[in-house]
């Protein structure tokens, strides 16, 4: 069973910074596609970011600018650098990896709480 982790969540003023990880217990990370998700209270869970196993990358236009996903295949790790926290950033913030081997499977982490608050 694929179990993701994820860290680094807390409170934050606005403008302030946060950075996220996520780690993986599978073999399978180095050729998953992994993403950051996040739901706001009352809204839809929404793709912040995600990054494909050759390292391409993907973003919400909300988040253009200001967060960074990378990976570290060697750590089984994925990251969110965010800079510029605004309150509407508030969210549960989920790890997902998508990995696919004759058909697609998706994973999920528990989530890690992100408040941005003065």
């Known amino acids: 069973q694929v179990q993701l982790v994820e860290s680094g969540g807390g409170l934050v003023q606005p403008g302030g910074s946060l950075r996220l990880s996520c780690s993986a217990s599978t073999r399978m990370f180095a050729i998953s596609v992994m993403g950051w998700h996040r739901q706001a209270p009352g809204k839809q869970r929404e793709l912040v970011a995600s990054i494909t196993s050759g390292g391409n990358t993907n973003y919400a236009d909300s988040v253009k600018g200001r967060f960074t996903i990378s990976r570290d295949n060697a750590k089984n790790t994925v990251y969110l650098e965010m800079n510029s926290l605004k309150p509407e950033d508030t969210a549960v913030y989920y790890c997902?990896?998508?990995?696919?081997?004759?058909?697609?499977?998706?994973?999920w982490g528990q989530g890690t709480q992100v408040t941005v608050s003065s």
């Open positions: 997902n990896l998508a990995v696919t081997v004759f058909r697609r499977t998706d994973y």
